[in-house]
T-cell receptor, first 115, second 109 residues
Framework: EPEVTQTPSHQVTQMGQEVILRCVPISNHLYFYWYRQILGQKVEFLVSFYNNEISEKSEIFDDQFSVERPDGSNFTLKIRSTKLEDSAMYFC?????????????FGQGTRLTVV | GQNIDQPTEMTATEGAIVQINCTYQTSGFNGLFWYQQHAGEAPTFLSYNVLDGLEEKGRFSSFLSRSKGYSYLLLKELQMKDSASYLCAADPNTDKLIFGTGTRLQVFP
């Protein structure tokens, strides 16, 4: 069964450092997302991406965040200068329906710990 | 505003039936998702309701009432492996999902 894969599974970084979280969406999907989940809290939307541009972003997705689809398979989330409060599980998702938000498949997540 | 409400925790016995309720208030609405999430894992898709009514998929069914802003997930013949968090998520007809806090279901033998 096709799946969304994310690397690394766990990343520890020092406050102020840049991190790049990587995702390989399902190959024929056109819509890509990043969500995050702080431990014990709900899943929160960060950004959606279609046709090589951001289609929607949340208030969380400020200037320190950026996304990129550098080639035909990868979808990355960069956090420029990490803060302690960025510690969370980051989920990449993709969907392939005719519009956004048809069944989204989630990756296994990257647990980011900022120390 | 955007708000999704669901109970925080529920318990049930193996073999029983459990209903997890969700109410939502969103500025737009296209449909309602249910996801299952085991601890430390990714959410996995269970159902997506766009129209009013009940949709059945094996042991799991999901119901939607758009006029009442209400949905429920019904789990029958509970198994121990059904112990997980169940996430209600609204599609507000924009390019994102709005999740509730999730309902942690514990199934006891």
């Amino acid at each position: 069964e096709p799946e969304v894969t994310q690397t690394p599974s766990h990343q520890v970084t020092q406050m102020g450092q840049e991190v790049i979280l990587r995702c390989v969406p399902i190959s024929n999907h056109l819509y890509f997302y990043w969500y995050r989940q702080i431990l014990g809290q709900k899943v929160e939307f960060l950004v959606s991406f279609y046709n090589n541009e951001i289609s929607e972003k949340s208030e969380i997705f400020d200037d320190q965040f950026s996304v990129e689809r550098p080639d035909g398979s990868n979808f990355t989330l960069k956090i420029r200068s990490t803060k302690l409060e960025d510690s969370a599980m980051y989920f990449c998702a993709s969907s392939g329906g005719g519009r956004m938000n048809t069944e989204a498949f989630f990756g296994q997540g990257t647990r980011l710990t900022v120390v | 505003g955007q708000n999704i409400d669901q109970p925080t925790e529920m318990t049930a016995t193996e073999g029983a039936i459990v209903q997890i309720n969700c109410t939502y208030q969103t500025s737009g609405f296209n449909g309602l998702f249910w996801y299952q999430q085991h601890a430390g894992e990714a959410p996995t898709f269970l159902s997506y309701n766009v129209l009013d009514g009940l949709e059945e998929k094996g042991r799991f069914s999901s119901f939607l009432s758009r006029s009442k802003g209400y949905s429920y997930l019904l789990l029958k013949e509970l198994q121990m492996k059904d112990s997980a968090s169940y996430l209600c998520a609204a599609d507000p007809n924009t390019d994102k999902l709005i999740f509730g806090t999730g309902t942690r279901l514990q199934v006891f033998p």
